[in-house]
């Protein structure tokens, strides 16, 4: 259920074009498709857990900027141990959909193009799609568990 819901709130085509930068039109619509199901795969094993553990803290809404195009939600998620800052970057095509999360400064969009880029310029899009695709379906987000400590989920 869970996953359904971020399915229809987060644009992980739009991600995935972010992501990968000035490569993206350079791929077939193919490739791009293939790139943005792994990405959105690899998110989803990646993030769920995650979201899952934090889904009985408090969530703060402290403000919203929005120009009619685009919007940046700002918030806290306090876990009782500590605040942790969340943004989310949204476009509205349809629906207003997140392209972009980030935690405490950090972009996950940005994260993830530094370290394509950084495959790009030793590798082919090829092999980045094969690390993707393996890294993909092998990964499992840690869940924290109350004591702070993470399982596997």
């Known amino acids: 259920m869970l996953e359904q819901t971020i399915a229809q ?7 995935a074009r972010r992501s990968l930068g ?6 077939t619509p193919e490739e791009q498709k293939e ?3 792994n990405f959105q795969t690899l998110l989803a094993n990646t993030y769920i857990g ?6 009985g803290e408090k969530v703060q809404y402290l403000k919203e900027l929005n120009d009619g195009e685009y ?11 500590s605040v942790i800052d969340i943004n989310y ?3 509205k095509a349809e629906d207003w959909r997140v392209y ?18 950084r495959i790009l310029s030793k590798n082919s899009f090829a092999e980045l799609s094969r690390q993707l695709r393996d890294k993909s379906t092998n990964i499992k987000a840690p869940v924290p568990d109350v004591g702070g400590t993470a399982k596997s989920r």
């Open 9 to 15: 709130r987060f644009d992980f085509t739009e991600m």
């Open 71 to 81: 919007a940046e939600v700002y918030t806290h998620v306090d876990t009782g141990k």
């Open 35 to 37: 790139f943005a199901g």
């Open 89 to 91: 970057r949204m476009r």
């Open 22 to 27: 000035a490569e993206w039109v350079k791929r």
């Open 50 to 55: 995650r979201i899952e553990a934090y889904s």
């Open 100 to 117: 972009d999360v980030v935690v405490e400064g950090t972009s996950l969009v940005q994260n993830y193009r530094e370290q394509f880029k």
